[in-house]
Each structure stands twice: as structure tokens, then as C-alpha cells.
């Protein structure tokens, strides 16, 4: 089986107007892809693609993945990566979460079977849930609560990687599910509800830095650049996963919340919240099937990303 697309692909992102999705959108044309992506702006920002609209190759399409897309000629990759991903965002947008995850990735499978391309899910850490193996590696089944407010993400997540296998073997599709750990760079939405958002927010307009129960769980953050080279690395290879993507520093959430208030030269107080419901304890991932497919591993240390981080949320003000 041939795994390198062509060098002139179509590749079409779904979400690509979101945090991660812009920065795949950048990648493939700075590889001579022509890129389609896709967006409804329910979290997108039109921003984050402002700068590649005057690429021949890029073209953008306004539409909820949840309904058929109709594509003219040849779309030889598919990246599905439409879904709200920060727990602010789909606990406000539950149902669309579900939907996106169930019958947006049905919707972009049944694309990808027509045009007989290749498609990569985006999937999360999330689908190990509050785990009680740690590292988590792609083997472990995870520990979920189906029915908790965090069950909307988890839940589409863990179906979407069931169906994209499904199609997989029954249909033939040429598949990939890459897991994303936390990954965080310029392009993220202040006040996101993700850690690293938050508190660079707080830290820079002198708010306190809310950190949740006494800051001891942990999360290994992996900087955006880093995340793309190994997602992309994972579409044109022969594993069809899933594998993990991410850092596996791990590093505990108060931690970063002083490192990012001495970056920030801030004087902010770190204050401290009640636990959300079923918020993962631990979180990092075995990677030794992203260093042995991919020969992957993340290279960028974390004050350097959380400074260019930095910068960027500096210059939206």
C-alpha cells in the first residue's frame, strides 16, 4: 500500500478553522498540498485562516459536517478534526459535541468511502477518561463515565474511533485515529477553559490564575508545532493507529500556572476552585508507538512554547 499522498494532494480539514486545525491547514500548503478546509465557526475563529486565503491553494467552505458535503474531483486525504475540544466549549455545546462526533465523522467517512481517500480522525486522551493505568498507552481500554457532564466529548470521541475502524473493515477505508494529549501554542482562544489559556489570560491582566482542587493532577502539554509534525508524520505512514501524540513530560497544573505567572513577570495571586466532575487525576501518554512507527518524538521544551504562547496572547491585546 502506497502511504505517502501525492505531493500536489487535496486535502480537505474539518475544523480547520480552530486552534489545531489552522496550524494543519499552514502545513499542508507549506508541503504543496491544496487544502479545503472546513468550518461552521461554532469555536473556529476566521482569524486563525485570514492569512491563508490569498494561497491559490486554499479554499475555504463554510458548512456544519454533520450535513453531506458535496466535493467536485479528486479529495485524496480527509483530517477530521471539527468538534469543540476545551470542556468550556462542550459543556455549552453538548449536543453539537455528540453530533459532530457521531454523525459528523459518519458523515466524512461516507466522503472519504466515495472518494476512495485516506482519513485521519482526530481523536484525544480524553477516551482514557480518569485512568487508572499510568502512562496511558494505546492499549489501555480507558475509564470513562458515560453519563457525566464530561461524557459528551468522551463518549463522541470513543464512538467516532469505533466507526472509523468499522468502515475500516467493513468498507475497506484507509484509516488513521491519532490520540491528542493537551497541546496548546498561539491560536488558542483566551479564557478557552483549557489550563494554559486561562491562566496566560489571568496572568497577563493581572486576574487571579484559577487553579482547580489544589492543583496536584497533572497533564503533559505538547506545543503545537511538535503536535502537527506528528500528526502529520502519522497521515502518510502505514499505521492506522491509534497512537498517541503528545508530551509525555508530565508536569502538575500548578506547576504550570507558577511557571506561566514567571514568564509572564505577572503579580496575579493563583487562587484555588473546586474539582470539576470526573477531572482526570493524571494525565500522560505512553509514546513508544509514535517513536517506533513514526520515529516521532516532541522536541520544543515547555517554557520555550509557553513564551511564543505568551507572545501571541500578548499581541491580541
Known sequence: MKTR???NAVVVVTGGAGFL????????LDGGRRVICVDNFLTGNPANIASLSANPRFQFIKHDVTHDLYLPGDVHAILHFASPASPR???EFPIQTLKVGALGTYKMLGLAKAKK?????ASTSEVYGDPQVHPQPETYWGHVNPVGPRGVYDEAKRYAEAITLAYHRAHGVDVRIVRIFNTYGPRMRPRDGRAVPEFIDAALKGRPIPVFGEGTQTRSLCYVDDEVDGILRLLESSAEGPVNIGNPHEVTILAIAQIIK???KSRSRIVFKPLPTDDPKVRRPDITRARTLLHWSPKIPLEQGLKSTLAYFKSLR
Open 262 to 264: 514567571r514568564l509572564a
Open 5 to 7: 499522498l501525492p505531493k
Open 117 to 121: 481517500s485516506r482519513f485521519l480522525l
Open 89 to 91: 466549549d462542550y459543556l
Open 21 to 28: 486545525g489552522s496550524h494543519l491547514c499552514q502545513a499542508l
